[in-house]
């Protein structure tokens, strides 16, 4: 399935044909990092530091650059607009719902 995004500086992207592997460490490793430079930088929120410094355009590896485009929309985006420019049916369908909400959970009683 074909799942094209246009990501700045560097066209119309299927995401298909990206190494998912590394697409899937790009986006962890900047999720990661974004929070220590922001602190860095000085500013009160993430979101700032990704709007600010985030620029998919400079990057070369087509992974990376998806990857700052992605984490640069979650910080900005709606959970709908998310889901519209980066998700589709399919991927919903193929979602095993208990691995991806592994990380989320109810509060203990």
Excluded: C
């Amino acid at each position: 399935m074909q799942r094209i995004v246009k990501i700045d500086g560097h066209g119309e992207i299927d995401l298909s044909t990206l190494d998912q592997r590394l697409l899937v460490e790009r986006i962890g490793e900047a999720l990661i990092r974004l929070p220590l430079v922001s602190r860095f930088m000085g500013h009160t929120v993430p979101r700032a530091t990704a709007e600010s410094y985030m620029h998919p355009e400079a990057h070369k590896e087509l992974e990376e650059a998806v990857a700052v485009a992605f984490v640069k929309d979650a910080m900005r985006l709606g959970t709908g607009e998310m889901f519209e420019r980066w998700y589709d049916e399919e991927s919903m369908r193929q979602l095993n719902l208990e691995a991806a909400t592994r990380l989320f959970r109810d509060r203990p009683k």
